[in-house]
Protein backbone atom coordinates (compact mmCIF):
# COMPACT_ATOMS: atom_id res chain seq x y z
CA UNK A 1 0.00 0.00 0.00
CA UNK A 2 2.67 1.98 1.04
CA UNK A 3 5.71 2.31 -1.25
CA UNK A 4 8.15 5.69 0.28
CA UNK A 5 7.51 7.11 3.50
CA UNK A 6 8.90 10.40 4.38
CA UNK A 7 9.56 11.33 8.06
CA UNK A 8 10.54 14.81 8.55
CA UNK A 9 12.63 15.02 11.83
CA UNK A 10 13.22 18.02 14.25
CA UNK A 11 14.38 16.76 17.04
CA UNK A 12 11.54 16.81 19.33
CA UNK A 13 9.85 13.97 21.45
CA UNK A 14 6.77 13.47 18.49
CA UNK A 15 8.96 13.36 15.69
CA UNK A 16 10.66 10.83 17.30
CA UNK A 17 7.27 9.31 18.22
CA UNK A 18 6.45 9.72 14.24
CA UNK A 19 9.88 7.62 13.03
CA UNK A 20 9.00 4.60 15.53
CA UNK A 21 5.42 4.27 13.37
CA UNK A 22 6.73 5.03 10.05
CA UNK A 23 9.07 2.42 10.66
CA UNK A 24 6.00 -0.08 11.91
CA UNK A 25 3.97 0.55 8.55
CA UNK A 26 7.36 0.25 6.53
CA UNK A 27 8.12 -2.83 7.92
CA UNK A 28 4.07 -3.91 7.33
CA UNK A 29 4.07 -2.90 3.84
CA UNK A 30 8.18 -3.69 3.10
CA UNK A 31 8.49 0.58 2.26
CA UNK A 32 11.07 2.35 2.07
CA UNK A 33 11.83 5.39 4.11
CA UNK A 34 12.96 8.72 3.55
CA UNK A 35 14.41 10.29 6.76
CA UNK A 36 14.73 14.17 6.69
CA UNK A 37 15.40 17.34 8.06
CA UNK A 38 14.67 20.49 6.94
CA UNK A 39 16.69 23.94 7.98
CA UNK A 40 15.27 27.23 7.37
CA UNK A 41 17.55 29.70 6.80
CA UNK A 42 14.98 32.24 7.07
CA UNK A 43 14.99 31.19 10.81
CA UNK A 44 18.69 32.50 10.65
CA UNK A 45 17.86 35.75 9.07
CA UNK A 46 15.25 36.52 11.98
CA UNK A 47 17.90 35.81 14.67
CA UNK A 48 20.25 37.90 12.93
CA UNK A 49 17.79 40.86 13.39
CA UNK A 50 17.35 40.24 16.82
CA UNK A 51 21.20 40.05 17.82
CA UNK A 52 21.82 42.96 15.52
CA UNK A 53 25.06 40.80 15.07
CA UNK A 54 27.69 40.67 12.36
CA UNK A 55 27.72 37.38 12.73
CA UNK A 56 27.43 36.15 8.92
CA UNK A 57 24.57 33.43 8.30
CA UNK A 58 27.06 30.79 7.42
CA UNK A 59 28.12 30.64 10.66
CA UNK A 60 24.53 29.96 11.92
CA UNK A 61 23.40 27.91 8.99
CA UNK A 62 26.48 25.65 9.79
CA UNK A 63 25.01 24.36 13.41
CA UNK A 64 21.69 23.86 12.44
CA UNK A 65 22.60 21.54 9.37
CA UNK A 66 25.17 19.74 12.27
CA UNK A 67 21.95 19.60 14.51
CA UNK A 68 19.76 18.45 11.66
CA UNK A 69 22.19 15.61 10.75
CA UNK A 70 22.46 14.88 14.49
CA UNK A 71 18.69 14.16 14.34
CA UNK A 72 19.26 11.81 10.96
CA UNK A 73 22.10 9.90 12.40
CA UNK A 74 20.08 8.61 15.68
CA UNK A 75 17.42 7.73 13.51
CA UNK A 76 19.10 5.98 11.44
CA UNK A 77 20.40 3.16 14.02
CA UNK A 78 16.94 2.36 14.73
CA UNK A 79 16.09 1.67 10.70
CA UNK A 80 19.47 -0.23 10.54
CA UNK A 81 18.16 -2.06 13.78
CA UNK A 82 14.73 -3.04 11.63
CA UNK A 83 16.53 -4.06 8.47
CA UNK A 84 14.45 -1.10 6.55
CA UNK A 85 15.16 0.09 3.39
CA UNK A 86 16.55 3.85 3.76
CA UNK A 87 17.72 7.12 2.11
CA UNK A 88 18.39 10.29 4.41
CA UNK A 89 19.02 14.16 3.91
CA UNK A 90 19.12 17.20 5.30
CA UNK A 91 17.33 20.05 3.12
CA UNK A 92 17.51 24.17 3.24
CA UNK A 93 14.67 25.97 2.35
CA UNK A 94 10.63 26.00 3.98
CA UNK A 95 9.87 23.34 5.98
CA UNK A 96 6.18 23.64 5.48
CA UNK A 97 6.39 23.82 1.40
CA UNK A 98 9.49 21.34 1.38
CA UNK A 99 7.66 18.50 3.76
CA UNK A 100 4.08 19.28 1.87
CA UNK A 101 5.06 19.49 -1.59
CA UNK A 102 9.17 19.49 -2.56
CA UNK A 103 10.37 16.14 -1.47
CA UNK A 104 7.12 14.01 -1.70
CA UNK A 105 6.53 15.40 -5.80
CA UNK A 106 10.72 14.35 -5.90
CA UNK A 107 10.89 11.14 -4.09
CA UNK A 108 7.70 9.52 -5.08
CA UNK A 109 6.22 9.81 -1.46
CA UNK A 110 2.73 7.91 -0.78
CA UNK A 111 3.02 8.84 3.10
CA UNK A 112 4.02 11.36 4.88
CA UNK A 113 4.37 10.35 9.16
CA UNK A 114 5.27 13.29 10.95
CA UNK A 115 4.93 14.54 14.79
CA UNK A 116 1.89 16.55 16.15
CA UNK A 117 3.78 19.58 16.86
CA UNK A 118 7.59 19.60 16.30
CA UNK A 119 10.32 21.37 18.51
CA UNK A 120 9.96 25.62 18.11
CA UNK A 121 6.71 26.29 19.60
CA UNK A 122 7.53 30.46 19.63
CA UNK A 123 7.18 29.76 15.49
CA UNK A 124 4.23 28.13 15.91
CA UNK A 125 2.28 30.21 17.54
CA UNK A 126 3.77 33.36 15.61
CA UNK A 127 3.07 31.93 11.81
CA UNK A 128 1.53 28.41 12.09
CA UNK A 129 2.37 24.89 12.71
CA UNK A 130 4.35 22.97 9.76
CA UNK A 131 2.20 20.17 10.49
CA UNK A 132 -1.19 21.97 10.02
CA UNK A 133 0.08 23.29 6.78
CA UNK A 134 1.35 19.88 5.73
CA UNK A 135 -2.23 18.48 6.42
CA UNK A 136 -3.81 20.65 4.73
CA UNK A 137 -2.08 21.51 1.17
CA UNK A 138 -0.01 17.88 0.89
CA UNK A 139 -0.90 16.23 -2.29
CA UNK A 140 -0.15 12.11 -0.39
CA UNK A 141 -1.35 10.47 2.69
CA UNK A 142 -0.44 12.19 5.86
CA UNK A 143 -0.57 10.86 9.19
CA UNK A 144 -0.32 12.86 12.51
CA UNK A 145 1.25 11.34 15.36
CA UNK A 146 0.84 12.71 18.66
CA UNK A 147 2.79 12.08 22.17
CA UNK A 148 0.06 10.59 24.96
CA UNK A 149 -0.53 13.55 27.33
Known amino acids: MYKNILVPLDGSENSRLALDEALTIAQKFDSKVFIVSVVDPGRVSGVMLEA ?78 TTAYVARYANNNVMIVSQDE
Open 52 to 129: HTAVGPDQLIGPMIEEAESYIKKAVSEVKNRNIPYETKVFQGSPKGMIAKDIPEEYDIDLTVMGKSGANALTRLMIGS
